[in-house]
């Protein structure tokens, strides 16, 4: 491990936190940007981040300034008008340290060009970025991502405590939608098409949960045959309106996503879908939540001595059944539907 003492920690006048994304990784970086809050009340802390995810940031006593990494605008030819000004801009932060949590060659560049008097990154970052490192924190890379974000923080001097605090903003209500009667919310939809849930599995859900209500979001993009009980948001609503249905609904049945690691930091009514995934790796960080995985139902809790079969499979019609018996009591039906 390189370390270069330029300065004292305890003394850090300013830090950039280095994740522009994805959405659950801006998720697990928040507990430890809590630690580095507690740990340097004083630091003027700016967070470099996609501005599709910054909405995410809104309100957050961690974080003093943005600063935008617009990807999209540095593509095609047009790329150096918008690139050049925002080089410039980063040079200007000169932060103390810069901590780089996304671990790729182009963010410890990023840390780089912003003028910081030290960097830090973490040893499963790719190869050429530790070359850039001024200290690296040695990190299970098997383990989960926040507890690999703590570690980077415990190198930069933050002090890791039993009670972790993941600053998550109230959301944005939605217009014309009650919360009342009680909802389930479903999230069916991933990047990866292996990881989505079929058009069966979501209406045998609206089904399988009738008279209940079922609120279904993500962007997809194909359709569904909403049920009666179905409520369709999917290519409708804002990441803040997303926050606040997950606030108020009394479950949320999600695919491993970022939406799915949103809710493990507010509730822990929440199961999580595991098709391919490692739960244990990518799993929702909150012990009372729960996971599915092979047809196996557990809490988050019972992971480290459970025995999951390692190899994955599409989540099926039939599957959801077992889901539907653990939602069930846990979701008062209105009197007027039943």
Request: charged share 20%; proline share 7%; glycine share 6%.
């Amino acid at each position: 491990m390189a370390v270069k003492n330029k300065f004292t920690l305890h003394r850090l006048n300013s830090i950039l936190i280095i994740k522009p994304g994805s959405l659950g990784d801006v998720v697990h970086t928040l507990p430890a940007v809590a630690l580095l809050r507690e740990s340097y009340p004083h630091a003027e802390i700016t967070w470099l981040i996609y501005p599709e995810f910054a909405p995410l940031l809104r309100g957050n006593p961690d974080v003093n300034h943005v600063h935008f990494f617009p990807r999209g605008e540095f593509r095609g030819i047009g790329a150096p008008t918008s690139l050049l000004p925002w080089l410039k801009k980063t040079r200007e932060i000169r932060p103390d340290l810069a901590l780089d949590f996304q671990g790729l060659v182009r963010s410890a560049l990023i840390a780089k060009i912003s003028g910081a008097k030290e960097i830090h990154g973490m040893s499963d970052a790719q190869a050429g970025s530790r070359w850039i490192y001024d200290r690296v924190a040695k990190v299970d890379r098997t383990g989960h991502a926040v507890d690999r974000y703590l570690k980077l923080a415990e190198c930069a001097g933050a002090r890791i405590d039993k009670s972790l605090r993941c600053s998550i903003p109230s959301g944005d209500p939605l217009p014309r939608f009650d919360a009342y009667p009680p909802f389930v919310l479903l999230h069916p939809f991933a990047r990866g098409e292996r990881k989505s849930l079929s058009n069966g599995v979501i209406e045998e859900f609206c089904r399988s949960l009738a008279p209940t209500r079922v609120v279904v979001v993500g962007q997809a993009r194909r359709g569904i045959d909403a049920l009666e009980n179905c409520i369709n948001l999917t290519n409708q609503i804002s990441l803040l309106q997303l926050i606040w249905l997950i606030r108020v609904a009394q479950f949320f049945v999600s695919v491993d996503s970022g939406p799915m690691h949103i809710a493990a930091a507010v509730t822990g009514n929440l199961l999580s879908i595991h098709t391919w995934s490692n739960p244990r790796r990518i799993g929702p960080y909150n012990p009372a939540a729960w996971i599915w995985k092979h047809g196996q139902l557990l809490h988050v809790c019972e992971l480290d001595t459970a025995r999951i079969r390692k190899r994955g499979r599409r989540f099926r019609r039939k599957d959801v059944s077992l889901v539907a018996e653990l939602i069930r009591p846990l979701v008062p039906l209105d009197p007027m539907l039943a």
